[in-house]
């Protein structure tokens, strides 16, 4: 069935749809909506499921790692100065191996406060050890949550499922809803082989002495890296099933591609959008749309990126006194390549600012002028400052 | 009766004398196996389970320093979806855990009404980390983040009193005990246990490596603060707070005090204040003058 929904929403019909037993969330912009969804499903008895309303986000996911390892599914939702204060706690779920799903509405980071978007906020907890996704409409955030539950559990890790604040979590679009015995059949309840239980006890979240500590972290790393393949074979069926199919990246016209913009998340609607123009003018560009983030597939990113001249990587975030995030994790994949593109990073759409299709042809055209010269520009190049800004 | 079953395994790492693991030892033996432990980090934690070791005998689960009461709470919710009954939650905390950086996870359990039986192990000072000051450390006490020196007198503000909070939120059962008063106290696990929601138990806990006295003293001190009236044992069930023990005569805070190397350096005029304001908490529960 098909139904207008903004992305909020489609995240909260995706954890229904789920079955999730415990959701725990605390209200934040712009991610309110999901929980307040929730609320609404489990105070009309349409979600059997405990709603555990805490009292911050820190609280949010803690309860999330408690009501996990007892062997329920649960569910988070939050966004920016939220997944700051959860951060903590990202690292210990994951540490334990629990598959916590949450949905992160991006949002920016304070000071200054704003409410408004960017991907720094999910960004920032790359290295926490969770599965990231990043979606482009609102279809692809019901479809990937429903696809987070299953990897999660499958591989135990937790995941979490991004999109952009305003952009999709504010924006009702077409959703195509499946039907809860059509999800039953794709996702099986949650029972794990180990959780607390008097009848079989078992210490969880003990202490690592340095004899097992790095061993630990090294088994999380290893299985991290295999989830890659498991969400290969958890797309396939979800597709099989739903007739959606989703990958680790996507290619959008990049046959023969000289010039090559990647990004993840929403802004991928309006590269497509430059791209077409583009190609209509018979220039060779393309567009890869990086759906799964973390863990980091460089193989598929290699092979999708290594015959253009010059890739344009564009990205809502910065780590702030070097480059952004996507750029530097992209580049590392290509350290050992023997032949590799241009790189060139743009920074963009910082708390909400613009970003315009003219901005985009000025980026096709910063990636020409780099491909006709054999060298790129400013790096980063920052899109869309203010005029008296620019140095 | 004390149960003879040890649901907490010999061979843990806790210094001689330990106070805390008295009262961890006490407390199951009132719970038996039907129970889920949820431990906040800190001394009870580590030497407990260094892997591939653990001295608990029950299932359990450490997540992080401040957030016990709200795991517990994700336990708890878990427990009822999934349908399971007759299992007793209980999150455990030290006082830094509980008294200040876990005080907001714990009003949050609390407030929201679970069924979880929470219990502060408190001995004055964030000993985990080598001896530094918490929100419960009483006046004049010595740590390493209130040392006494020629400006400085050691802790120079009044011990947080964490069980009034818990009282504050109206849960069914609040109570104080003591590793001294071991009965009393496995009364107490008994009730908090039994009650439907939450309950709150603050137990005194002696650390001879923190408080600075001979292992072999930890009990006699323990029922010294209680002697003295440095430590009050009650219960609220329903708001109403009642003395669980009333000493017969209260013996003066400097028999308590002489014995802890942390009150060494106080003057005649500073163990007077102590006094006076355990004159002061004493009056205001009904407990009698000294002497």
Known sequence: MRRLLNGNEAAALAAKLARVQVVSAYPITPQTVVVETLAKYVADGELEAEFVKVESEHSALSVCLGASATGARAFTATSSQGLMLMSEILYVVSGMRLPVVMANANRSLSAPLSIWNDQQDSLAVRDSGWIQLYCESNQEILDLLLQAFLLAERVSLPAMVCYDGYILSHTAEAVEVPEQAEVDAFLPPYSPSLKLDPDRPLTMGPVGVPEVYMEARYMQHRDTRRAREEFLRVAEEFGRRFGRRYGILEEYRTEGAELLLLTMGSLASTAKEAVDRCRERGEKVGLVKLTLYRPFPDGEVVEALKRAKVVGVLEKDISTGWMGALYTDTVAAFANESRRPLFQNFILGLGSRDVRLEDLEGIIGALRKAAEEGKVGENPRWVGLKGEMVE | ?291
């Open chain 2, 1 to 291: 009766m004390i149960p003879a079953q040890e649901l907490l395994a010999p061979g843990h790492r806790a210094c001689p004398g330990c106070g805390e693991v008295m009262a961890l030892r006490l407390i199951l033996k009132a719970l038996g196996k039907e129970v889920i432990v949820v431990e906040a980090t800190g001394c009870m934690e580590v030497v407990t389970t260094p892997y591939p070791q653990t001295a608990w005998r029950v299932p359990w689960i450490h997540g992080a320093f401040e957030n016990a009461a709200a795991v517990a709470s994700g336990v708890e919710a878990a427990l009822k979806r999934l349908g399971r009954k007759g299992v007793k939650v209980v999150a455990i905390g030290g006082d830094g855990g509980t008294a200040d950086i876990g005080l907001q996870a714990l009003s949050g359990m609390m407030e929201r009404g679970h069924s979880v039986m929470y219990v502060c192990t408190d001995n004055e000072a964030y000993m985990n980390t080598g001896i530094q000051r918490s929100g419960t450390t009483p006046f004049g006490a010595w740590t390493t983040t209130t040392p006494a020196g020629k400006v400085w007198r050691g802790e120079d503000r009044p011990k947080k009193d964490v069980p009034s909070i818990a009282l504050a939120h109206r849960i069914p059962y609040v109570a104080t005990a003591s590793v001294g008063y071991p009965r009393d106290l496995l009364w107490k696990v008994r009730k908090a246990a039994a009650v439907e929601g939450p309950s709150y138990l603050h137990v005194h806990c002696p650390c001879p490596t923190g408080w600075r006295y001979d292992s072999a003293l930890s009990v006699r001190l323990a029922r010294l603060a209680v002697e003295t009236g440095c430590w009050i044992l009650w219960e609220a069930e329903g708001g109403s707070i009642r003395l669980t023990f009333r000493p017969e005569r209260r013996k003066p805070v400097v028999e308590y005090l002489r014995l802890q190397g942390r009150f060494s350096h106080l003057t005649e005029e500073e163990v007077r204040r102590i006094q006076q304001e355990v004159d002061e908490r004493c009056r205001e529960l009904g407990l009698g003058w000294y002497g």
